[in-house]
């Protein structure tokens, strides 16, 4: 267990695991400590327990390449300069996999079995959750079209797997504009404008639809759940390393602003609130952000006001978060950061993890010698 910023942050270290793993099912497993284990070889996903409980599915950084060849080498010369491995002419040797390689990012194969798989077993989720980075992150010609059309794949493949009324509620990863990294309010309006394009085939929110093409972030009330509201803020606006923002702009897009106004006034309505983002808000934040984010889980949850659970991505591993404004004072808000939907650095197994204590369940992950 480590601390970085104003979060504490455990995770699982396991072995790491080929990508053609990835794709089947084995079913519900056993109940460990009052957590229900279902053992999913897929991405990411979630479920209800023991009964007619409602589920969802969250997905995250599927870092999709449209150009993987399988067959072609995984092991490349070239790949420390930005000319990414699995694709056609590499000049290298391995052979890539019908699913991906840990060195690269991942096929169209490896989206539409994550995919199959998890609709197998869930076949009509409440709603979908993807916490960003569809786009590669290994080459540096993932330019504006290539994000744009990256972002269409993955809606074509969830209108052929899921219900066309299932609701999917995006968040922008930092490799979903370019340059990587670089978001800042009021620039990349265009990207920005054709991401929430394609979004509005499965978010029909006029409102959250109005809220996003402004600065990436909205909020929207599921159809089939009317008592929650999925919170989605624009993590980029925050990032130490986006230098579109000015060190001493505070409030980048009045982020802050929309954020604590839609958390507090979601209380008063009666409704509870999950929050959704890319990166969870600690090392790779700027530290201003992080101690007003901390600050104010603390004062949400003195007031019965704070979100009922937060969810992430970015790492591409299975951790959980701690809000605290410090070490010895109580916890505000628990997060999970999701693993990613890419084999690229896969040193984890995929499971479920489902909470007989709460109405909706959250993934998580188990070591592969547990299996």
């Known amino acids: 267990e480590s601390r970085f910023g104003g979060f504490e942050r455990t995770k699982r270290r396991t072995h790491r695991s080929s990508g053609n793993a990835w794709v089947g099912s084995s079913g519900c497993g056993d109940l460990r400590g009052g957590v229900r284990v279902v053992r999913v070889r897929c991405c990411w996903c979630a479920c209800g327990v023991a009964g007619a409980r409602p589920y969802v599915l969250h997905f995250s950084d599927l870092h999709l390449d449209l150009a993987y060849v399988e067959g072609s080498p995984y092991d490349c010369h070239y790949a420390a300069i930005g000319i990414p491995c699995c694709h056609a002419g590499n000049l290298g040797h391995a052979t890539a996999g019908t699913y991906g390689e840990p060195t ?30 569809v786009a590669p992150h290994l080459d ?55 991401t ?37 803020y624009n993590s980029l606006l925050y990032l130490s390393n986006n230098y579109e ?49 901390n600050t104010l889980m603390n004062e949400l949850t003195q007031k019965d006001a704070a979100p009922m659970a937060a969810f992430f991505g970015d790492s591409h ?9 410090a070490l010895d004072t109580p916890s505000a ?33 188990v070591p592969v010698s547990a299996r």
């Open 317 to 325: 591993m299975d951790e959980l978060v701690l809000s605290r404004t």
């Open 104 to 133: 690269c990012d991942a096929p169209l194969a490896l989206l539409n079995g994550v995919l199959e798989a998890a609709h197998n077993l869930f076949p009509e989720p409440d709603f979908i959750l993807f916490t960003g980075d």
């Open 245 to 293: 923002v000015p060190v001493n702009e505070t409030d980048p897009g009045s982020q802050k602003v929309w954020l604590e106004d839609t958390l507090r006034d979601a209380a008063v309505r009666g409704e509870r609130t999950w929050l959704v983002t890319h990166h969870a808000p600690r090392n790779e934040s700027r530290s201003d952000f992080v101690e007003w984010f």
């Open 140 to 194: 540096v010609t993932a330019i504006a079209p290539v994000i744009e059309e990256d972002w269409k794949f993955l809606y074509d493949a969830f209108d052929r797997v899921f219900p066309t009324s299932t609701l999917v509620a995006p968040a922008l990863g930092n490799h979903d504009t370019y340059p990587v990294n670089q978001f800042g309010a009021g620039s990349h309006w265009r990207l920005l404008e054709k």
């Open 333 to 365: 808000i628990a997060g999970r950061v999701v693993p990613s939907c890419s084999n690229y650095n896969v040193n984890e197994a995929p499971s479920l993890l489902a909470s007989p204590h709460s109405d909706f369940a959250f993934a998580g992950r």
């Open 196 to 232: 929430v394009d394609v979004w509005s085939r499965r978010l029909t929110d006029t409102r959250a639809l109005t809220e996003a093409a402004n600065h990436g972030y909205y909020s929207v009330v599921p159809s089939t759940r009317p008592g929650l509201r999925i919170v989605v």
